[in-house]
């Protein structure tokens, strides 16, 4: 089983639609949980973090559920700017400081 | 511009050559991680440093592979005897615990080195 697995689409939405990514991860002892963004040919930058009790940013609404070793990122309202690949990223095997990335899930917001 | 930088941005070489990025972190950050990505991939951790010491080691890093932080600022990875294997993207970030709140595992990326092995 791969430690981080996502879906990697592509998604494709209207604008203005609402989109749920999905990602599981093998690992049960990890600690730490992101969500990244990475626009095409660009480095990775951190959308949000994940905690336990879920949290919210403007359109964007993570959650964790560390019993089923799954984490979610839906977006509302989509726009053509969040056209991009968002990777789930939990702290790694090797240790908790590192980082281990899935492969991303592609959405593209069309308009 | 204080984010992370990598240099060169672009690099094409031959089978069997050598090369060496540099990476410069955020100026108060003590961790600096190195990664590669190739296509259709999310970025595959390497190594880290926190200050001059290198902590952790990937699997992936095989012997033709060496990083160093010497003065626990700017780092280098080199690839010897490169190998077409070896063309991807090779990310640098880093990271701080300096203020409260905040945590190592919130990383900042560079712009990476884009690696052709021809």
């Known amino acids: 089983r791969k430690e981080v697995e996502q879906d990697p689409g592509p998604f494709n939405v209207p604008e203005g639609a609402t989109v749920a990514f999905n990602c599981t991860y093998s690992n049960s002892a990890s600690q730490s949980f992101f969500w990244y963004r990475q626009d095409c040919r660009k480095e990775p930058k951190l959308l949000m973090s994940?905690?336990?009790s879920g949290n919210e940013d403007g359109r964007f609404t993570a959650q964790l559920n560390r019993a089923s070793q799954y984490i979610s990122l839906l977006i509302r309202d989509s726009k053509l700017s969040d056209s991009a690949t968002y990777l789930c990223?939990?702290?790694?095997?090797?240790?908790?400081?590192?980082?281990?990335f899935g492969k991303g899930t592609m959405l593209l917001v069309s308009p | 511009d204080t984010g992370v930088s990598q240099d060169p941005r672009h690099k094409i070489t031959k089978r069997g050559q050598n090369v060496t990025f540099r990476c410069d972190p955020i100026?108060?950050?003590?961790?600096l991680y190195w990664y590669r990505q190739t296509l259709g991939q999310g970025p595959e951790f390497l190594t880290y440093f926190q200050n001059e010491a290198q902590l952790e080691k990937s699997r992936l890093l095989s012997d033709r592979f060496s990083a160093e932080r010497p003065k626990g600022s700017f780092s280098t990875l080199e690839i010897q005897r490169t190998e077409q294997g070896d063309s991807a993207m090779y990310l640098c970030?880093?990271?701080?615990?300096?203020?409260?709140?905040?945590?190592?595992?919130?990383?900042?990326f560079g712009p990476g080195t884009r690696l052709t092995v021809l």
């Open positions: 100026s108060e950050h003590n961790r």
């Open positions: 990223v939990v702290n790694g095997d090797s240790g908790y400081s590192t980082l281990t």
């Open positions: 994940v905690y336990s």
């Open positions: 970030a880093s990271s701080s615990k300096s203020y409260a709140g905040s945590s190592y595992n919130e990383q900042f």
